[in-house]
C-alpha cells in the first residue's frame, strides 16, 4: 500500500490527498469501512472518526468519557511535550499561554504583514 501511495501521480494537497500519501492503509480501511470504523493497533483497539460534528463532540466533552491517548516513546519523539501530549494542570498553563498568542486581533495583524510580505511590499 504504501509503494503503490507513493508512486501515485496524485498531488492533491487537500484532506484525502494527504491522508492517502501519509497513511494509505487508513485511506483505505475507510474506502472499504466507510467514514468510522473500528480497527486494531496493537491490542487495543481504536475510533476512528471522519465526521466533524462527532469529533467536535468528543473533544468538547467534559464528562471524562474520552481520555487522551498515551504517548510511546516513538510518537513523544514525534510530537514532544507540548500541548498535544500535556495533561491536567500543565495543559491549562500552557493552553492559556497558547490562547494568547492566537487571539483575533494578533491573527489580523500577521495576516497583514504575510499579505504584505507575499506582495513585497514591504
Not at 13 to 22: L, Q, S
Not at 44 to 63: G, H, Q
Not at 65 to 83: C, E, H, M, Q, V
Not at 86 to 112: D, G, N, P, S, Y
Amino acid at each position: 500500500m504504501i509503494v503503490e501511495a507513493l508512486s501515485s501521480r496524485s498531488l492533491s494537497f487537500n484532506h484525502e490527498g494527504v491522508v492517502e500519501r501519509v497513511m494509505p492503509q487508513y485511506y483505505n480501511w475507510s474506502k472499504v469501512y466507510g467514514d468510522t470504523f473500528l480497527y486494531w493497533f496493537g491490542s487495543k483497539a481504536r475510533l476512528a472518526l471522519s465526521d466533524p460534528d462527532m469529533i467536535k463532540e468528543i473533544l468538547v466533552n467534559k464528562s471524562g468519557s474520552f481520555g487522551k491517548i498515551r504517548f510511546d516513546p516513538a510518537t513523544r519523539l514525534l510530537f514532544g511535550d507540548g500541548l498535544v501530549a500535556l495533561e491536567e494542570e500543565k495543559w491549562v498553563v500552557h493552553r492559556r499561554i497558547a490562547t494568547q498568542v492566537f487571539c483575533m486581533e494578533r491573527v489580523k495583524v500577521l495576516c497583514f504583514f504575510f499579505s504584505k510580505y507575499k506582495s513585497n511590499k514591504f
